[in-house]
C-alpha cells in the first residue's frame, strides 16, 4: 500500500502530471517510431512543467541517443524519461544534520508567506515524534503575527518558544534562545527568522548578525541554514535561492506547496543550478503534511496513474 504522504503528493502533483505524463501519453499513442514531431512536442511538454531549458534540451539529447542505440518504440520514452529525471536529482535528497554537541541550531530563512513558520511546526513535531526534544525560537521580530504564529504552533504542538517583543534585536532573542536550549539541553532549536524582500540588503546583514551569534557561542552553529520556497512560483526560486544562498550559505532547501501546483517540475533546474540538498518537501498545512524529500519517490508521484 502507498503511504498517506505519497497519495498526497501524488495528488498534488497531479497538475504537472497533467501537463507532462498524460500528455506524452496522447502524443505516443498508436505511433510507430520516434518521429520528429513527437520530440518538438516532448521539449515543449518539459519546458511548460517548468523544467528549464537547459535541462529540457540535455535531457533530449540523452533520449535521442538512448533512442538511437536501442530502436525503441514510442512507449518506451515514458520509462527512459522517467529514469533520465531520476538521475538528475541524483544526490538531491538528505536528512537534517544532526549534531554530537546539542543543541543543533537550524535556522530557517526564506520570503514571506512561502511557509516558514508552517515548515518550522512541521518538522518539529516529526523530531518530537522521534524523541527529539526542540525548542523554538521567534526571531522574526518585524511582525507582530509572526511572534503570535510561532507561539501558537508551539502551544500546538507542545513545545517552548522562545520571543521578545516586536521590534527586538533578532540577534538577541537567537542569543536568549542558544543559551535556554544549551542549560535544558535540548536536541534542537529552531530559529524562525524575518523575510521581508524589499529591504533585502537590511534583512541579509540582520540575519549574518543572527548567524555570527549563533556561531560565537555554539561552535558549528547554525549546523543547518535553510532555506523554504514555495513550489508555486517555480523556476522563479532559483533567483531567490541563489540570492540568498550568496549571503548566507544554505546547507538545506524545503519546498512547500506542493498540494496543486502545475509547476513541480521546477525541483530540477533549481537542484541543477544550486547542488544544494532538498531535505524536506510540504503538501499541505497541516502538521503531518511534510515528508523528506526522496528524488525516486518523487518521479515517481509524477508518473503515478490516479
Ligand atoms: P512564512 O511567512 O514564511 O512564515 O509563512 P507561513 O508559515 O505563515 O505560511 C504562509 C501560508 O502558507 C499559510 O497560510 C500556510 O498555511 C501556508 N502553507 C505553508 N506550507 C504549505 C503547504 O505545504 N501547502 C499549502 N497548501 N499551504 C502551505
Given at each position: 500500500m502507498k503511504s498517506n504522504f505519497f497519495q498526497k503528493l501524488t495528488r498534488g502533483l497531479g497538475k504537472t502530471r497533467h501537463r507532462l505524463v498524460s500528455?506524452?501519453?496522447?502524443?505516443?499513442?498508436?505511433?510507430?517510431?520516434?518521429?520528429?514531431?513527437?520530440?518538438?512536442?516532448?521539449?515543449?511538454?518539459l519546458i511548460t512543467a517548468d523544467i528549464g531549458i537547459p535541462l529540457t534540451r540535455s535531457l533530449l539529447e540523452d533520449l535521442r541517443r538512448w533512442a538511437k542505440k536501442n530502436e525503441s518504440e514510442p512507449d518506451q520514452l515514458k520509462g527512459e524519461l522517467k529514469r533520465s529525471l531520476i538521475e538528475a536529482l541524483d544526490g538531491a535528497g538528505g536528512d537534517l544534520v544532526e549534531s554530537p554537541n546539542p543543541p543543533t541550531v537550524v535556522l530557517v530563512l526564506g520570503v514571506n508567506g512561502t511557509g516558514k513558520t508552517t515548515t518550522i511546526a512541521k518538522i518539529s513535531r516529526l523530531l518530537s515524534t522521534r524523541g527529539k526534544?526542540?525548542?523554538?525560537?521567534?526571531?522574526?521580530?518585524?511582525?507582530d503575527a509572526a511572534i503570535e504564529q510561532l507561539g501558537e504552533w508551539?502551544?500546538?504542538?507542545?513545545?517552548?518558544?522562545?520571543?521578545?517583543?516586536?521590534?527586538?534585536?533578532?540577534?538577541?532573542?537567537?542569543?536568549?534562545?542558544?543559551?535556554?536550549?544549551?542549560a535544558k539541553r535540548?536536541?534542537?532549536?529552531?530559529?524562525?527568522?524575518?523575510?521581508?524582500?524589499?529591504?533585502k540588503q537590511n534583512l541579509m546583514e540582520e540575519l549574518k548578525k543572527v548567524k555570527r551569534v549563533l556561531g560565537k557561542e555554539h561552535p558549528g552553529a547554525p549546523h543547518e541554514t535553510l532555506l523554504?520556497?514555495?513550489?508555486?512560483?517555480?523556476?522563479?526560486?532559483?533567483?531567490?535561492?541563489?540570492?540568498?544562498?550568496?549571503?548566507?550559505?544554505?546547507?538545506?532547501?524545503?519546498?512547500?506547496?506542493?498540494?496543486?501546483?502545475?509547476?513541480?517540475?521546477?525541483?530540477?533546474?533549481?537542484?541543477?543550478?544550486?547542488?544544494?540538498?532538498?531535505?524536506?518537501?510540504?503538501?499541505?498545512?497541516?502538521?503531518?503534511?511534510?515528508?523528506?524529500?526522496?528524488?525516486?519517490?518523487?518521479?515517481?508521484?509524477?508518473?503515478?496513474?490516479?
Amino acid at each position: 500500500m502507498k503511504s498517506n504522504f505519497f497519495q498526497k503528493l501524488t495528488r498534488g502533483l497531479g497538475k504537472t502530471r497533467h501537463r507532462l505524463v498524460s500528455e506524452i501519453d496522447l502524443l505516443v499513442e498508436n505511433k510507430k517510431g520516434l518521429q520528429e514531431e513527437i520530440w518538438e512536442k516532448l521539449e515543449e511538454l518539459l519546458i511548460t512543467a517548468d523544467i528549464g531549458i537547459p535541462l529540457t534540451r540535455s535531457l533530449l539529447e540523452d533520449l535521442r541517443r538512448w533512442a538511437k542505440k536501442n530502436e525503441s518504440e514510442p512507449d518506451q520514452l515514458k520509462g527512459e524519461l522517467k529514469r533520465s529525471l531520476i538521475e538528475a536529482l541524483d544526490g538531491a535528497g538528505g536528512d537534517l544534520v544532526e549534531s554530537p554537541n546539542p543543541p543543533t541550531v537550524v535556522l530557517v530563512l526564506g520570503v514571506n508567506g512561502t511557509g516558514k513558520t508552517t515548515t518550522i511546526a512541521k518538522i518539529s513535531r516529526l523530531l518530537s515524534t522521534r524523541g527529539k526534544s526542540v525548542i523554538l525560537c521567534a526571531a522574526d521580530t518585524f511582525r507582530d503575527a509572526a511572534i503570535e504564529q510561532l507561539g501558537e504552533w508551539g502551544k500546538r504542538i507542545g513545545l517552548e518558544v522562545v520571543a521578545q517583543d516586536r521590534g527586538a534585536d533578532p540577534a538577541a532573542v537567537a542569543y536568549d534562545a542558544l543559551a535556554r536550549a544549551k542549560a535544558k539541553r535540548t536536541d534542537y532549536l529552531f530559529i524562525d527568522t524575518a523575510g521581508r524582500l524589499h529591504t533585502k540588503q537590511n534583512l541579509m546583514e540582520e540575519l549574518k548578525k543572527v548567524k555570527r551569534v549563533l556561531g560565537k557561542e555554539h561552535p558549528g552553529a547554525p549546523h543547518e541554514t535553510l532555506l523554504v520556497l514555495d513550489a508555486s512560483i517555480g523556476q522563479n526560486n532559483i533567483v531567490q535561492a541563489r540570492t540568498f544562498n550568496e549571503e548566507l550559505d544554505i546547507t538545506g532547501i524545503v519546498i512547500t506547496k506542493f498540494d496543486g501546483t502545475a509547476k513541480g517540475g521546477a525541483v530540477f533546474p533549481l537542484f541543477r543550478e544550486l547542488s544544494i540538498p532538498i531535505k524536506y518537501i510540504g503538501v499541505g498545512e497541516e502538521t503531518d503534511d511534510l515528508e523528506r524529500f526522496y528524488p525516486e519517490d518523487f518521479v515517481e508521484a509524477l508518473f503515478e496513474e490516479e
